[in-house]
Antibody, heavy 123, light 107 residues
Framework: QVQLVQSGAELKKPGASVKVSCKASGYTFTSFYIHWVRQAPGQGLVWMGTINPSSGDTFYAQRFQGRVTMTRDTSTTTFYMELRGLTSQDTALYFC????????????????WGQGALLTVSS | DIQMTQSPSSLSASVGDRVTVTCRASQGISHYLNWYQQQPGKAPKLLIYAASTLQSGVSSRFSGSGSGTDFTLTISSLQPEDFATYYCQQSYKTPPTFGGGTKVEIK
């Protein structure tokens, strides 16, 4: 069965960086783009960016440009999202999610999600 | 970016009620609209994509309709496990954007 298993909760100080992992299993790793979505406490869902698992090409939301890097390791079928220059505004639950391919083009519908990784930024 | 506006932001209904949630896009998005359900502390779950296509394994009491700028999610007979927050999301243009959510509470 398809699974996306994320790393655990993190506590970071302002200005630090965090790297969240997302291990994929149960499907062909290179066939589905992975996206990252975050959710601040009590707030809605915000798309951060995406990575092509075959080429490693990335596309980031403008608001995170320059602060985020998404990578993948094909040998371990794991995706990573690194966020730098953390502030308290980055306190959120970070999800990796898979584009289902339902639209048969690059438009997205997210069918499988990781369990979320809670990031708390506090001094 | 395309703005997605949901209404109401919350509602309270009884088991067995028919519930409707509305989502409006700031510009036309054709049928590129998805609906998700999120239980507290859990990841979202895809319910409907392409405005009206039920995701595999999702109960048929969920349905979606609409095109262009106005969309609805309907729960035909509310069940206790439907207590959750519902989000719409457009995939017409990048970046994909979500509505603010509709919290459904069980009376």
């Amino acid at each position: 069965q398809v699974q996306l298993v994320q790393s655990g909760a993190e506590l970071k100080k302002p200005g630090a960086s965090v790297k969240v992992s997302c291990k994929a299993s149960g499907y062909t790793f290179t066939s589905f783009y992975i996206h990252w979505v975050r959710q601040a406490p009590g707030q809605g869902l915000v798309w951060m960016g995406t990575i092509n698992p075959s080429s490693g090409d990335t596309f980031y939301a403008q608001r995170f440009q320059g602060r985020v890097t998404m990578t993948r390791d094909t040998s371990t079928t794991t995706f990573y999202m690194e966020l730098r220059g953390l502030t308290s505004q980055d306190t959120a639950l970070y999800f990796c999610t898979r584009n289902s391919g339902a639209y048969h083009d690059d438009r997205v519908a997210f069918d499988y999600w990781g369990q979320g990784a809670l990031l708390t930024v506090s001094s | 970016d395309i703005q997605m506006t949901q209404s109401p932001s919350s509602l309270s209904a009884s088991v067995g009620d028919r519930v409707t949630v509305t989502c409006r896009a700031s510009q036309g998005i054709s049928h590129y609209l998805n609906w998700y359900q999120q239980q507290p502390g859990k990841a979202p779950k895809l319910l409907i994509y392409a405005a009206s296509t039920l995701q595999s394994g999702v109960s048929s009491r969920f349905s979606g309709s609409g095109s262009g700028t106005d969309f609805t999610l309907t729960i035909s007979s509310l069940q206790p496990e439907d207590f959750a927050t519902y989000y719409c999301q457009q995939s017409y243009k990048t970046p994909p954007t979500f509505g603010g959510g509709t919290k459904v509470e069980i009376k």
